[in-house]
């Protein structure tokens, strides 16, 4: 009886968070299934949608972007926030200013950071200007087929990176000094320190950062639909806008939905590969 | 010796390199329309400090459409932020504290259902949220950032790490669910709270996606989203664009800024131990 009563504090507590998962996550990942299997013209559910968008050069080449740019953005940001976290976890004076000044971006919301890129990046910009200084012709930058996906790489790096180093900088932090102490006195240099210490006890910091930092950039979106609309000829078409595209520019909602369904399973497999790289090493050490 | 100020001089190179755009920002904000693209090629003394600095474009900005995006966005944020940490303290409470059948099993529930990232499903959430008759409300622009499983999760761990021997001296004395919840853990919760905050303030700020969705009505317009749309309100302006940015990011800076441990340590707590 008492058991039934604390069942019933608990429900009441945990009510509002089970209203807001159910209608804010399963709900709508239910409706996309549902729509993903009822293509226009088909009666009773099937894989119609699915074999349209798989069959659409467009969602393809969309599908080859997004990748390409996931294999470079992640490894980037993360290499730099890892050298930036190594550089700012030193006693340098004024440490905690310089780490405030790369953390700053962070704040900024992507429109703003592609609002303010796009004007930098203009023929008549300030980066154009310096490279004119330095002898360099003027580049087009984010109307450029070769160097757009490089521009909307830059722009979500500026507010990106200071974030990760964040997260470096804390494991960094929890690594115990006497472990450096020791490998030192076994006559380590510092780059073996650093591969022997640093790296294995940061090793579950990276984990999380890389997939962390592979899921949100799957979700890039405003700057590429601000700036670039996915051109000039796809190369900047991230899959968020072209599912964007899809319902609210061709009015396609049942491909749409088929896309969304293709990128829930896609981040999802992510993070569970992140789970079970995560797992692996304590038992190991056990 | 001399390595620590090579060291010192690449970390405040990097800083700058950082704090750079930021700054052209906030200069090109206080110049005349005129001279935002002038001083660029060759760059000279007047490339980065505004040669006649002027507030016409701050005026104007703050007497326009603008105002009303910054009232939006802060309005929904605040409400977001609170909201949210009631929500997801609820539940990180009953996730640690009360015992109850099938606990662990809701907990996976959740935090699996969270994993699924908001803005994958905004779109369907889009159709609901339409037939609900939620679109260009303030309501169909809160409800998305006060579920957050990450919040949740934040609470949860905090909570654990509370001595039980207050709950039961507590319970001993006669006190219910809700005052050991309010008077004893909410209290001691400082850290827990503003790490939570942060995270649900920072995303309701950003958002982007679903406000260009849910309330295209320039009543409703969000000051991320009215940025983008900038040329629609004021025509293209440069220097009314850059003291926008200016203060979309004022704000949150300063915040960010005035809790940096804190959100280094909800970072760690989330990364080391997630």
Same mark, same amino acid.
């Given at each position: 009886?008492?058991?039934?009563?604390?069942? $019933?504090?608990?429900?009441?507590?945990?009510?509002?968070?089970?209203? +807001?998962?159910?209608?804010?996550?399963?709900?709508? +990942?239910?409706? @996309?299934?549902?729509?993903?299997?009822?293509?226009?013209?088909?009666?009773?559910?099937?894989?119609?949608?699915?074999?349209?968008?798989?069959? &659409?050069?467009?969602?393809?080449?969309?599908?080859?972007?997004?990748?390409?740019?996931?294999?470079?953005?992640?490894?980037?940001?993360?290499?730099?926030?890892? $050298?930036?976290?190594?550089?700012?976890? @030193?006693?340098?004076?004024?440490?905690?200013?310089?780490?405030?000044?790369?953390?700053?971006?962070? @704040?900024?919301?992507?429109?703003?950071?592609?609002?303010?890129?796009?004007?930098?990046?203009?023929? &008549?910009?300030?980066?154009?200007?310096?490279?004119?200084?330095?002898?360099?012709?003027?580049?087009?930058?984010?109307?450029?087929?070769?160097?757009?996906?490089? /521009?909307?790489?830059?722009?979500?790096?500026?507010?990106?990176?200071?974030?990760?180093?964040?997260?470096?900088?804390?494991?960094?932090?929890?690594?115990?000094?006497?472990?450096?102490?020791?490998?030192?006195?076994?006559?380590?240099?510092?780059?073996?320190?650093?591969?022997?210490?640093?790296?294995?006890?940061?090793?579950?910091?990276?984990?999380?950062? $890389?997939?962390?930092?592979?899921? +949100?950039?799957? $979700?890039?979106?405003?700057?590429?639909?601000?700036?670039?609309?996915?051109?000039?000829?796809?190369?900047?078409?991230?899959?968020?806008?072209?599912?964007?595209?899809?319902?609210?520019? /061709?009015?396609?909602?049942?491909? @749409?939905? +088929?896309?969304?369904?293709?990128?829930?399973?896609?981040?999802l497999s992510v993070v569970i590969l992140q789970f079970s790289l995560m797992r692996a090493p304590e038992d190991n050490l056990a | 010796m001399s390595r620590r100020i090579l060291r010192t001089g690449v970390a405040v190179f990097c800083a700058l390199a950082f704090l750079l755009p930021l700054w052209w920002v906030t200069i090109s904000a206080i110049r005349p329309e005129a001279s935002i693209f002038a001083h660029l090629s060759p760059p000279g003394r007047w490339t980065l400090w505004p040669r006649e600095p002027t507030l016409v474009h701050v005026l104007e900005l703050w007497q326009g459409p603008f105002a009303r995006a910054i009232f939006n966005t802060v309005y929904i944020t605040a409400v977001t932020v609170v909201a949210g940490l009631v929500i997801s303290a609820m539940a990180g409470f009953a996730l640690s504290v009360i015992r109850f059948r099938g606990r662990e099993a809701v907990f996976v529930v959740m935090v699996i259902s969270f994993l699924i990232p908001f803005d994958a499903i905004a779109l369907p959430l889009f159709g609901i949220m339409r037939d609900l008759r939620l679109q260009n409300t303030y309501t169909g622009l809160i409800l998305p950032g006060i579920g957050n499983g990450l919040a949740v999760f934040l609470f949860r761990q905090f909570f654990l790490g509370i001595p039980k021997d207050l709950r039961e001296a507590a319970q001993i004395d006669g006190m219910g669910w809700f005052g050991i919840f309010w008077r004893i853990y909410l209290p001691l919760s400082r850290p827990a709270i503003i790490s939570a905050g942060l995270i649900l303030f920072v995303f309701q700020w950003q958002a982007y996606l679903w406000p260009l969705i849910i309330a295209p009505d320039p009543d409703y317009k969000v000051a991320a989203v009215a940025i983008a749309q900038f040329s629609d309100f004021y025509g293209v302006r440069y220097g009314l664009i850059f003291a926008a940015a200016f203060f979309i990011s004022l704000i949150p800076m300063v915040v960010l800024t005035a809790f940096q441990r804190y959100f280094s340590t909800s970072v760690a707590s989330s990364g080391g131990k997630g």
């Open positions: 009886m008492m058991l039934h009563r604390t069942t $019933l504090v608990a429900v009441a507590f945990l009510l509002p968070a089970l209203v +807001a998962v159910a209608v804010l996550r399963l709900w709508p +990942a239910a409706v @996309a299934v549902s729509l993903s299997l009822d293509a226009p013209g088909v009666d009773g559910p099937s894989l119609e949608n699915y074999r349209y968008i798989f069959g &659409d050069p467009l969602f393809l080449k969309s599908l080859t972007v997004t990748a390409a740019y996931s294999l470079i953005v992640n490894p980037l940001q993360i290499a730099i926030a890892l $050298l930036l976290a190594l550089l700012m976890n @030193a006693a340098i004076p004024l440490i905690g200013l310089w780490r405030t000044l790369i953390l700053l971006p962070v @704040a900024i919301p992507q429109s703003v950071s592609a609002v303010v890129w796009g004007v930098g990046l203009r023929p &008549d910009g300030p980066i154009n200007g310096v490279l004119n200084t330095f002898g360099f012709e003027t580049q087009r930058f984010l109307t450029s087929p070769d160097q757009a996906l490089a /521009s909307i790489i830059l722009i979500v790096s500026w507010i990106g990176v200071g974030y990760w180093m964040t997260f470096l900088l804390a494991g960094l932090q929890e690594i115990p000094k006497a472990l450096y102490e020791a490998i030192r006195i076994d006559g380590a240099n510092r780059w073996q320190a650093f591969r022997f210490v640093t790296l294995p006890q940061l090793r579950r910091t990276l984990t999380f950062v $890389l997939v962390a930092n592979t899921v +949100a950039n799957f $979700l890039i979106f405003a700057p590429v639909q601000i700036l670039t609309q996915g051109g000039p000829q796809g190369s900047t078409n991230l899959i968020m806008n072209e599912i964007y595209t899809r319902a609210f520019v /061709s009015g396609d909602p049942s491909s @749409a939905a +088929a896309a969304t369904v293709v990128l829930v399973i896609l981040v | -």
